[in-house]
């Protein structure tokens, strides 16, 4: 289907933004990790991209920015804006709970939904599921993984070390 | 004394928040391939990562609001050592690994108390920043509290260590409740954050942390000042930025 400036569907846009994988989680879209915030178009068909980072030093932001640009150009829609938002703050709760399938099907455990319980954020820690076995029995080994979003963690029953997607 | 314009002083307001974001995490990249463990390194770049991201954001809405065409690499690039506004204790050398831990704590106390007020700011650009950063730097409260807690309450060497590294970095703390010139300009109008009422919650999450970790809480409370309030800088800054301006100072305007 030829699309144009003239044919303005959201849906279309949101669908096109669903190919814009995270790079360091291919099998996720920015639709998919809560990024993409927003679709809008102006009263002159100018489109905008509003898009929420998901920690301020996040280094594929740039990136992320740049494939959207393409994707949106290659199918007909030239000179996107991409606004970045910071407000209100991403939080893992905008990850769609099929992102959450997705992510631990690759491997990774998805985040827990966010707590307000203190003894979480100061020293209890919280059970996390081995995306590979489910068994609760896991510990962390690091508060800090290969990315800013990622926890290390060990299941004790399998034995395998996973990713924990964080919540914030 | 020089009056600012409220324009002037929101510019040098939010650079001068970023200063301490882009140093400290500046400081903790020297550590890259030279921590402990690996887990280690990870964990102070990740948080590096965070801090100069919020320098970055900052340091584009300082951009932004001066209104003369600069981006945040004029701020964090071509800026002279008497421009940077930071708090001392964030320039401070990395030390052990103790000392290390020690710096990120007291920032990272201070941190949490300052982002959270900054959420409540006047100015929408700065609350989004604070909200967001808030977040952030609650995961270094968090690691650098752990480690003080495991070294402090570990052998007696590691004790000794960083009980010497609180009492010889405590004296750069009393800087951080001080307000400057940029802060006292927007006060009034609710844009930045009373940094004096911050200091008796300070104060309760350092003695909680200290007293479990089995350290003394230092109780001299003279204070190093100088570089918050106008720029003047310990000897080891000039080297900071050496490093970290050496290219755009060599190759003015280069890309990559």
Same mark, same amino acid.
Request: net charge negative; with cysteine; aromatic share 10%.
């Given at each position: 289907?030829?699309? #144009?400036?003239?044919?303005? *569907?959201?849906?279309?846009?949101?669908?096109?933004?669903?190919?814009?994988?995270? &790079?360091?989680?291919?099998?996720?879209?920015?639709?998919?990790?809560?990024?993409?915030?927003?679709?809008?178009?102006?009263?002159?068909?100018?489109?905008?991209?509003?898009?929420? &980072?998901?920690?301020?030093?996040?280094?594929?932001?740039?990136?992320?920015?740049?494939?959207?640009?393409?994707?949106?150009?290659? #199918?007909?829609? &030239?000179?996107?804006?991409?606004?970045?938002?910071?407000?209100?703050?991403?939080?893992? *709760?905008?990850?769609?709970?099929?992102?959450?399938?997705?992510?631990?099907?690759?491997?990774?455990?998805?985040?827990?939904?966010?707590?307000?319980?203190?003894?979480?954020?100061?020293?209890?820690?919280?059970?996390?599921?081995?995306?590979?076995?489910?068994?609760?029995?896991?510990?962390?080994?690091?508060?800090?993984?290969?990315?800013?979003?990622?926890?290390?963690?060990?299941?004790? *029953?399998?034995?395998?070390?996973?990713?924990?997607?964080?919540?914030? | 004394?020089?009056?600012?314009?409220?324009?002037?002083?929101?510019?040098?307001?939010?650079?001068?928040?970023?200063?301490?974001?882009?140093?400290?995490?500046?400081?903790?990249s020297e550590w890259c391939f030279r921590a402990p463990?690996?887990?280690?390194?990870?964990?102070?770049?990740?948080?590096?990562?965070?801090?100069?991201?919020?320098?970055?954001?900052?340091?584009?809405? $300082?951009?932004?609001?001066?209104?003369?065409?600069?981006?945040?690499?004029?701020?964090?690039?071509?800026?002279?050592?008497?421009?940077?506004?930071?708090?001392?204790?964030?320039?401070?050398?990395?030390?052990?690994?103790?000392?290390?831990?020690?710096?990120?704590?007291?920032?990272?106390?201070?941190?949490?108390?300052?982002?959270?007020?900054?959420?409540?700011?006047?100015?929408?650009?700065? $609350?989004?920043?604070?909200?967001?950063?808030?977040?952030?730097?609650?995961?270094?409260?968090?690691?650098?509290?752990?480690?003080?807690?495991?070294?402090?309450?570990?052998?007696?060497?590691?004790?000794?260590?960083?009980?010497?590294?609180?009492?010889?970095?405590?004296?750069?703390?009393?800087?951080?409740?001080?307000?400057?010139? $940029?802060?006292?300009?927007?006060?009034?109008?609710?844009?930045?954050?009373?940094?004096?009422?911050?200091?008796?919650?300070?104060?309760?999450?350092?003695?909680?942390?200290?007293?479990?970790?089995?350290?003394?809480?230092?109780?001299?409370?003279?204070?190093?000042?100088?570089?918050? $309030?106008?720029?003047?800088?310990?000897?080891?800054?000039?080297?900071?930025?050496?490093?970290?301006?050496?290219?755009?100072?060599?190759?003015?305007?280069?890309?990559?």
């Amino acid at each position: 289907m030829a699309t #144009h400036v003239k044919n303005l *569907d959201p849906a279309e846009i949101w669908a096109l933004l669903e190919n814009v994988k995270d &790079p360091e989680i291919p099998v996720l879209s920015i639709v998919d990790l809560g990024i993409a915030r927003e679709v809008k178009f102006d009263a002159d068909g100018q489109l905008e991209i509003i898009i929420s &980072p998901t920690y301020s030093g996040c280094p594929a932001m740039y990136m992320l920015e740049e494939q959207i640009r393409e994707t949106l150009i290659n #199918h007909g829609y &030239p000179g996107p804006v991409i606004t970045t938002k910071l407000f209100p703050a991403w939080t893992t *709760d905008w990850m769609t709970e099929d992102g959450k399938k997705k992510l631990e099907a690759y491997g990774i455990a998805p985040p827990e939904k966010t707590t307000r319980n203190k003894s979480v954020l100061f020293g209890g820690q919280k059970k996390i599921s081995c995306p590979r076995c489910q068994s609760k029995n896991s510990e962390q080994i690091s508060e800090f993984g290969s990315t800013a979003c990622k926890a290390l963690y060990r299941c004790l *029953d399998c034995r395998e070390p996973f990713d924990y997607f964080k919540c914030i | 004394m020089t009056t600012l314009s409220q324009q002037d002083a929101l510019v040098q307001y939010a650079a001068q928040i970023g200063d301490n974001g882009l140093i400290i995490g500046h400081r903790m990249s020297e550590w890259c391939f030279r921590a402990p463990s690996i887990e280690m390194e990870m964990a102070l770049m990740n948080c590096a990562l965070d801090l100069i991201g919020q320098a970055r954001a900052l340091y584009s809405y $300082a951009a932004k609001t001066d209104g003369k065409g600069k981006t945040e690499d004029d701020f964090a690039y071509l800026r002279d050592e008497k421009d940077f506004r930071n708090a001392l204790l964030t320039e401070m050398p990395n030390g052990d690994w103790g000392d290390t831990i020690v710096r990120l704590f007291l920032m990272s106390a201070y941190n949490k108390l300052f982002f959270t007020a900054l959420g409540q700011s006047k100015d929408a650009d700065l $609350a989004a920043i604070g909200v967001k950063s808030l977040k952030e730097v609650t995961y270094h409260l968090r690691f650098s509290s752990e480690w003080l807690i495991r070294l402090g309450d570990g052998t007696e060497e590691s004790h000794q260590r960083v009980q010497n590294s609180l009492d010889h970095l405590w004296a750069y703390t009393g800087e951080l409740f001080l307000m400057n010139d $940029a802060e006292n300009a927007l006060l009034d109008d609710g844009i930045s954050v009373d940094v004096t009422a911050l200091k008796a919650d300070w104060n309760l999450i350092v003695a909680d942390v200290l007293g479990q970790a089995t350290l003394t809480l230092p109780t001299n409370n003279w204070a190093h000042l100088g570089g918050k $309030a106008e720029g003047r800088h310990t000897e080891h800054f000039g080297y900071i930025i050496s490093d970290m301006q050496y290219m755009q100072r060599r190759y003015p305007g280069c890309e990559w």
